[in-house]
Each structure stands twice: as C-alpha cells, then as structure tokens.
C-alpha cells in the first residue's frame, strides 16, 4: 500500500510541474455557443470547429463581407478613403444599430468605415453599398459572387448589413471564418480601425453640425490578449455572433461564434477558443538570411550572376514538432538558360522537418542576365585575342 502510495504522490507531482496549459491544450473547450470554428490565419488550418457549416443568421457579422468589398474597391482604385458618399433616404432609413447619418448628409469613405466597423452602423453599410454599386441590391450580388469566389458554400445575402430577419439571409461559422481570413490576409489595416475603441465624428447638415461618438461593440478588444477585431452582430433572430480576431507571439487567429444565447457567453467563448487555439500553434521563422552561391547561366558572356531569396519562410506548427529538426537545402532548376530577368525565379530554399518538406522560399535572380547573340561571342573572341 506504502508503494502504490508513493506512485500516487509522484504521479501529482509530475502533473503539477507541467508548464501552465500544458493539460488544457490537449482537450478542447467546453463552450455553450451551437456554431463555432477557430482558424490560423496564415495558413487556413482549422483547429476547432462545432457544428462549422450549418446555416444560421449572422446579423451584422454580414459586414465583413460588406467592409471586404469596400477595401477591394479602393485596391482598385474605384474609389479612395478621401471620397465622399452622401447618405439617401433610404439609407438614413434603416434600423438597428445606427450613426444616425440624415439624408443628404455628406461623409468621407474612411469616416464611413470607421462607422461600419467600430460602431456597426448599418446606414453607413448602405450608404457604402450605393456608393460602390449604386443600390444596395447591385451590391448584394457582388457579395454573393464574392462569396461564391471564396468558397463560402452555406452562404447567401439578402442584404448588406444583415438587418433583414429571413431565413434566406445566412452563412455558417466555417464561412464566416473564410471571409474574416480573407479580409485580414489581404486588408491587415482593418485592424487599425476595428481596434479603436471610441472615437468621435462629425455630423455637417443643413441643421447645422454636431458630434457623435462611436463606440465599440467588441468587448473582446478590452478583455482578451491580443484582440484587435473583428466584426459582432446580434438581433433577435439571429442572436449574438462574432468573428473576433487576435495575435500573439506573431500567430493569428480567428474565433467565429454564431446564434451564442447571449453577449456575455459569445464573448467567453470566443475568448475561451482564442485561448484553446493559440495553446495548439507554434511559429518557426527563419531569421537567418543564407549567404547564397553566384550561379552560372547558359547563353550568357558573364560567368556569374547573384541571386537572392524572394520573402521570408515560417511554419506553424500544431503537434508541438521540434524545430531544430528542420533542415534546409538549395534547390536549382535543371536548366537556367538566358536571357533572365531581375526576379525571374531559378531555384528554391527548401525546407524539410524530419525528412519531410514543409515549405520553400523561391531564389531569384538579383540582377537581369540578357542572352548573348553570336556578334557577342565574336567581339568576346576578338577581346581575348588582342588582350593575348
């Protein structure tokens, strides 16, 4: 009895000296919120999901696709955050969570940003939706044809801010969480403005002008490590959602919860998946840069040309994988034939962990490398029998 005593009492301590989190990594949160998924940004991996791909409302979480489209607008040059919008009657119309823009009113596409994000206006959302595509329902069908381009395959929009209670308004945590990726990935600058907490603007109409405060509906920014987005949405019919975002240690993530019961639990559990997926990630990044080799190309009166690495390489981990495993090799195309150009890549940086590739960085040319003709290769002859 002493001796099963003693293996007791050294097992106890054994888990006591585990590092903290080390046991709740390896089992997965307990959350109250029916649709759930949290993702690594970087690279798309999923690391939780419940229920991910049922259809349910996810009132004005619906603005992530609106917020997505305004940024690609302005990518393309459609419009700038300089532009000014005026707000219709029909926009100073809707309901719900608003910043009580009046018709006519004039406010610049960065002002209505931070109107849509911060505060969830859903004026602001239309008022957007008119200015990019003229009516709002033009611009329901490019958020379907956007979401159909992404994959988001439980997805459908009725509207641009999710104000409409139908059963034909919906998406899913999967997609939800596929859209929140795709905005951060490609537009990271919205957390500049999904991470303010307050802030006031200014209302200019023929009244005159007066001050408005917008304040944040993501309680998350203030109670959660890192958190610096993304988007909530709660009405009656759809509950409470959210698509929050945080990073840590240079890892990104996003926790999706949609119809939680209330705000209270759709903030814990966020907070909670949040937690449950960064104590899974871990990020390997090269800080070495390599001195790389000069190489030779064909067709070429140059002996050597310089080459060089075309980004950064890093690799998340969700097994707790030793990286000092990793190795790393060069790897060249069979040919390198002139004429090249500056960045035209010849090779790759490979990456291996235990003998498996896990990713590569392209080498290319550092400088351009033109073909010689055959008047070149006789005024090289001619030099080297003049120079002896």
């Known amino acids: 009895m002493k001796r099963v005593l003693r293996w007791f009492l050294a097992v106890l301590l054994l888990i006591s000296s585990l590092p903290a989190g080390a ?19 970087s690279t798309g991996t999923v ?10 409302h996810p009132a004005s979480v619906t603005k992530s696709m609106t917020i997505l489209l305004i940024f690609e607008a302005i990518e393309r040059g459609e419009i700038s955050l300089t532009d000014e919008a005026v707000t219709s009657a029909y926009a100073k ?29 859903n004026d602001a959302a239309v008022t957007m939706a008119e200015k990019i595509a003229g009516t709002e329902e033009a611009f329901v069908e490019r958020m379907n044809e956007r979401a159909a381009e992404l994959g988001m395959e439980n997805t459908h929009f009725v509207d641009c801010c999710g104000l409409t209670e139908s ?32 802030e006031d603007i200014t209302h200019e109409t023929a ?8 304040t944040n509906t993501n309680k998350l920014l203030r109670a959660c490590e890192g958190c610096d987005g993304l988007k909530t949405g709660s009405t009656s019919y759809a509950k409470y959602c959210l698509s929050a975002t945080a990073r840590r240690d240079g890892i990104r993530l996003i926790s999706v919860v949609l119809t939680a019961p209330d705000s209270k639990t759709r903030f814990s ?6 937690d449950y997926g960064f104590s899974l990630c871990f990020l390997y990044y090269d800080e070495e840069v390599p001195a790389l080799p000069q190489i030779t190309v064909r067709g070429t009166l140059q002996e050597e040309f ?28 069979e040919t390198i034939q002139a004429p090249l150009e500056k960045g035209d890549q010849v090779g790759a940086y490979v990456y291996t962990l235990n003998g498996v590739r896990i990713g590569s960085v392209p080498v290319v040319m550092a400088e351009d490398a033109p073909k010689a003709d055959y008047m070149d290769y006789l005024g090289q002859a ?5 120079l002896g």
Request: with cysteine; aromatic share 10%.
């Open 23 to 41: 046991a709740s990594a390896a089992s997965e949160p307990e959350i109250e919120t029916p649709h759930a998924l949290v993702m690594e940004v």
């Open 47 to 56: 690391l939780y999901e419940k229920d991910a791909d049922s259809r349910v």
């Open 93 to 121: 119309s809707m309901g719900g969570s608003q910043v009580f823009l009046e018709t006519g009113e004039t406010q610049t596409v960065e002002t209505l940003l931070k109107c849509i994000i911060i505060a969830s206006g």
């Open 167 to 198: 059963a034909e308004h919906y998406t899913s945590a999967r997609d939800v969480a596929l859209m929140s990726r795709e905005l951060l990935s490609h537009y990271p600058q919205v957390t500049e403005y999904s991470s303010i907490w307050m």
């Open 207 to 214: 009244q005159g002008s007066s001050v408005f405060t917008l």
């Open 269 to 274: 559990d966020a907070a909670s998946l949040l």
């Open 306 to 333: 310089a080459v060089c690495l075309d980004g950064e390489f890093s690799y998340l981990s969700t097994t707790g994988e030793d990286f000092s495993q990793i190795g790393k090799s060069l790897e060249w195309k």
């Open 382 to 386: 001619w030099r080297k029998w003049v």
